[in-house]
């Protein structure tokens, strides 16, 4: 999927100078599944099944290995009709009906934002900082208001996903260190925010957590324009990020060095190099120690679970587990019918919709 090959290219591991003693967190308290791809899925009549072999709400099977918590993306005016402001509030009101909380991720984008691609809106795309402050502001409060009307006002916001060197690009890039445009971008969307509602906490994510000394430069430069935040959200996959133990130095050093609670907004893991449709798999080999079968899928998530508890985080969130291959439900926004899924090894249920009954969301 080019979305997650290009934070291959982008987000290497580094070697990172060494942070402070970890402290161990109480527990964590959000267990969190992204689930953005799921209403398409139940739309085309996909099937989940339990550990039991029990056809059942997905919803429900993930709330009973340990789920408390739901992300959604939202895209501004995507092609497909899916992740945007109907469907997400569509999809708030199943979540919120079952106790979870709720995740907003905004891409303020049509389509996929990630490091490497952060595509203004079409509708936004003469636009220059000013007006996209304006932009940012407007669209997240709607978003925000209108989830709040009908009850299911969201418990946290990602103002942007994967911003490594900004968002909005070119306008709200990050340019020789000028973290100036972006920081008036997100002190946009903080503000809107916390405008609808007070409690929802605000996360700034990006996909850094293989290199502390990326992850400093960022989050050191957005501080310096007094950029407000709640918690700091990190992308860990271990292909990509390195190892578990560079992964608890990251997260400790970022906890200690502005004061915030950290989670994990995404991780995931294969179960096979195998591929279940003609798209092909994002991910085809594992990490050290973890077998790209079930049981190493559920042993490697318990893992960054572990390592993120006693690094002192809060949450882990597993990136679209439901996202088994389904035809219709593809990757491309613009083409969801016959684009086809690159996920469909890393989800948590496999290609016939069954639950890996090794992987559980512990506290």
């Known amino acids: 999927m080019r ?20 402290h ?34 997905p919803l429900d099977i993930l709330k009973g290995v340990g789920v408390n918590y739901a992300r959604l993306r939202i895209w501004h005016n995507p092609a497909s009709g899916y992740n945007n402001k109907a469907k997400v509030l569509q999809q708030a009101r199943a979540i919120k009906a079952k106790g979870l909380k709720l995740m907003v991720d905004f891409h303020y984008s049509d389509t996929w934002a990630d490091p490497g691609k952060q595509d203004k809106p079409a509708a936004w795309s003469s636009h220059g900082i000013s007006q996209l402050q304006t932009d940012v502001y407007n669209h997240t409060y709607d978003v925000c208001t209108a989830l709040k009307a009908q009850g299911t006002t969201p418990d946290s916001v990602q103002i942007g996903n994967e911003i490594n060197t900004g ?30 509602d007070s409690g929802t906490q605000v996360i700034i994510h990006t996909a850094m957590a293989g290199s502390l000394t990326s992850a400093r430069w960022f989050y050191d430069g957005i501080r310096a324009k007094g950029v407000p935040w709640d918690i700091t959200g990190l992308s860990y996959y271990c292909m990509w990020h390195g190892t578990l133990s ?36 994002a991910v085809t080999s594992g990490c050290s120690g973890y077998g790209l079968t079930w049981q190493g899928q559920g042993a490697q998530f318990a893992a960054v679970q572990n390592t993120a508890r006693n690094a ?18 593809g990757w491309d926004p613009a083409n969801l019918a016959t ?22 969301w512990t506290p």
């Open 24 to 57: 161990a967190a109480a527990s964590l308290s959000m267990l969190g599944a992204d689930v953005s791809t799921l209403q398409r899925a139940l739309d085309l009549g996909a099937p989940y099944y339990d550990a039991g072999g029990a056809r059942r709400d």
């Open 339 to 360: 684009s086809g899924d690159g996920w469909d090894n890393m989800a948590v249920f496999n290609w016939t919709g069954h639950i890996n009954p090794g992987v559980r």
């Open 246 to 281: 560079n992964l608890s130095t990251v997260i400790a050093d970022l906890r200690a060095r502005y004061g915030k609670s950290v989670v994990v907004a995404e991780t995931a893991y294969p179960f096979t190099a195998d591929d279940a449709d003609s798209t092909p798999n």
């Open 167 to 196: 968002m909005l690009w070119n306008d709200g890039k990050v340019v020789n260190n000028d973290f100036t445009n972006l920081s008036l971008l997100l002190k946009a969307g903080y503000n809107a925010t916390k405008a609808c």
């Open 312 to 329: 002192g985080a809060i949450g882990v969130f597993y990136w679209e587990p439901t996202w088994y291959a389904v035809p219709g439900n």
């Open 3 to 22: 979305r997650i090959l290009l934070v291959l290219a982008l987000c290497a591991a580094a070697t990172v100078p060494a942070g402070p003693p970890a």
